[in-house]
């Protein structure tokens, strides 16, 4: 789960749920958005795996998903079809 700039928590009790399946929590880092609550909330509610600045991001994402291709490149494959 990614939670970027925003006001509001509505995004806390997902992000929970994710990390609880195993999943990963993306923050953006707070004084590189616009609108920090949300940020913010998943901090101190959520325990992010990660927090980097807006910029960093898609690069993050870009290597999670080149691992989990290598990974499962037969997966990756039947999801592209």
């Keep these: ?4 700039t925003g006001s509001a928590e509505d995004g806390i009790e997902g992000l929970n749920d994710i990390q609880k399946n ?8 707070p004084t590189t ?3 920090k609550e ?8 959520c325990s992010p795996n990660l927090i980097i600045p807006d ?10 998903f080149s691992e989990w291709y290598r990974k499962y490149p037969a997966i ?3 999801a592209e079809l």
């Excluded at 949300?38 to 509610?45: G, M, N, S, T, Y």
């Excluded at 910029?55 to 999670?64: F, S, T, V």
């Design 1 to 4: 789960g990614i939670i970027l």
């Design 22 to 29: 195993g999943g990963s929590v993306i923050v953006q880092e």
């Design 33 to 35: 958005c616009l609108y």
């Design 38 to 45: 949300a940020p913010a909330a998943a901090i101190e509610k």
């Design 55 to 64: 910029i960093g991001i898609a690069g993050e994402l870009n290597k999670r």
């Design 76 to 78: 990756y494959f039947w």
